[in-house]
């Protein structure tokens, strides 16, 4: 089976599909049979993929579109031969796909935006993530180094108890500027360090 890692946090622009391209798309660049599924109605990762082909350099991973809650079910049957899986989360309101999304991985990775007003669907995500039974990872997002942001974010998630990576993305335009392109540059090397962390810890 792949390692399945879900990338959800419910809250919107939070950075889900961002990372989760990057991820798949780290693990594709490695060598790895990397799988990208799209569990967003809207079909965000989707979308991303096409834009991607159209402008000459296709993502690596095996793209699918699978917002359905019986994902779990069928998740084992659809990626056969992947090492790795990365799963773009739903948008909040989809509690149920998100849930499903969760109950198919062996890890959430959880991007929290690094503004404490972004934060708030935390203890919610968390709570979701311990009810099925899967660890977390938190990995923040729009990362201001030195801002008091970054300090209160920082603050925010000891209180709620995030186990955080180190790996973190910067607030960039060059990150923006990834959208719908294979990654390159600083979302490449976030996905990079993302992977060989993310896999690091949760063997361990
Ligand atoms: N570190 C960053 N710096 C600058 N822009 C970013 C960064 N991370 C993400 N973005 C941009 O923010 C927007 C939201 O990111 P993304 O679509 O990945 O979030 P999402 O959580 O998938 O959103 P949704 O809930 O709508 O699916 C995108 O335009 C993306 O390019
Ligand atoms: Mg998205």
Redesign the pocket.
């Known amino acids: 089976m792949a390692f399945t890692v879900a ?1 959800v ?1 419910l ?11 990057a991820l798949a798309e780290a693990a594709a660049e490695s060598g790895a049979a990397a799988t990208l599924a799209d569990s ?1 109605p ?1 079909g ?2 989707v979308r991303q993929a096409h834009l991607a082909q159209e402008a000459g350099r296709p993502l690596r991973a095996t793209v699918l579109g699978l917002s359905t809650p019986d994902l779990p079910k069928r998740i084992g049957s659809i990626t056969p031969g992947a090492d790795l899986l990365a799963i ?5 309101g989809a509690l149920k796909i998100a849930k499903a999304v969760m109950e198919s991985a062996d890890v959430v990775l959880m ?1 929290c ?1 690094a503004r404490p007003g972004d934060l708030d669907r935390i203890p919610a995500t968390l709570e979701m993530a311990e009810g099925v039974g899967v660890p977390v990872f938190g990995t923040f ?3 201001k180094k030195g801002t008091n942001n970054a300090a209160a974010a920082e603050d925010l998630v000891v209180a709620y108890g995030v186990n955080m990576l180190e790996t973190r ?11 719908g392109l294979r990654p390159r540059g600083l ?1 490449a090397r976030y996905g990079r360090d993302l992977l060989d962390e993310l896999t690091r810890k949760a063997a361990a």
């Open positions: 990338v946090v809250k919107g622009g939070a950075g889900k599909t961002l990372i989760s391209i967003d809207m965000g990762a773009d989360g739903p948008p909040p991007p935006p997002n729009f990362y993305l910067i607030d960039s335009t060059k990150v923006a500027e990834n959208y979302v």
